[in-house]
Each structure stands twice: as C-alpha cells, then as structure tokens.
C-alpha cells in the first residue's frame, strides 16, 4: 500500500503505549492496532485529530505516501 502509518514511530518518540493511547484516544485496543500496523482500510478524521491531539502531532507525522513500485517505473 502507498500509505505509510507511523503511529508506532510517534508512539515512541513521545514514549506512550498503546493502552495509554487507546485510553486517551477513546479506541480500543484491537482497533488502535490495526491502524498501527497499516491494516487499517481508512481512520476518520476525528480520530486522526483524537491521535494529533495525545500525542502531540501533526497528521503528516503519522502518514506518508510512498508510490508503490510499480508507479514508479510507469512515470
């Protein structure tokens, strides 16, 4: 997928884990964790901003887009 998601980088960096995030962001767990790992197939932007919000943030800090391979090579 081109969509990146650096949750657990900013995680780290502002030293949260994921029960605390989730207890501050108002998701579950599950639910945190698969965004995390980049199995998400979309977030909202209240939660974006819910995330933005605990961990200090911007939401490019979170997302990036990487063009996959295969485009790269058909540009």
Do not use: H, W
């Amino acid at each position: 997928m081109a969509i990146i998601v650096n949750l657990d980088v900013m995680m780290a960096k502002r030293k949260i884990s994921l029960n605390e995030l989730s207890k501050q962001v108002g998701l579950t767990n599950v639910n945190l964790s698969i965004l995390k790992n980049g199995k998400a197939k979309g977030v909202r932007f209240e939660t974006l901003e819910s995330i933005c919000k605990v961990l200090d943030c911007q939401p490019g800090d979170i997302l990036e887009y990487r063009r996959e391979e295969q485009e790269q090579g058909q540009i």
